[in-house]
């Protein structure tokens, strides 16, 4: 239960300042880095969905899954700015977040027989 918790306390840390961020880092390198439109394209879809099913209830390892592919597992390319890296560190944060808090209802699921 705490790592549900631990999920909701990440998306309430990180959805408004990635909400800010995302747009502004996919107009500064869009031309650099296309694949970025892609990242704000599951990134909205994952904001979507924690609006419209909140935190707990949200099903979003579809949008993690190809986060993973489309940042090369959140790898920081070496020409962008720290807006940009903090954008993949606050996804990687809601992505492990998100990943403990399955396993562990997972694994509570799976032990509860």
Sequence with gaps: MSTDTSFIQAIQKNLAT??????????????????????????????????????DKADLGGQFKRLRTLTGKYT??????ESYEAVYTMLAELDAAYTASHQTANGAANGAG
């Design 18 to 55: 990635l909400s800010q961020y995302v747009p502004v880092v996919a107009r500064v390198h869009g031309g650099s880095h296309p694949e970025f439109h892609q990242v704000r394209a599951v990134f909205d879809e994952l904001a979507a969905e924690v609006n419209k099913a909140g935190a």
């Design 76 to 81: 920081v390319p070496s020409d962008v700015c």
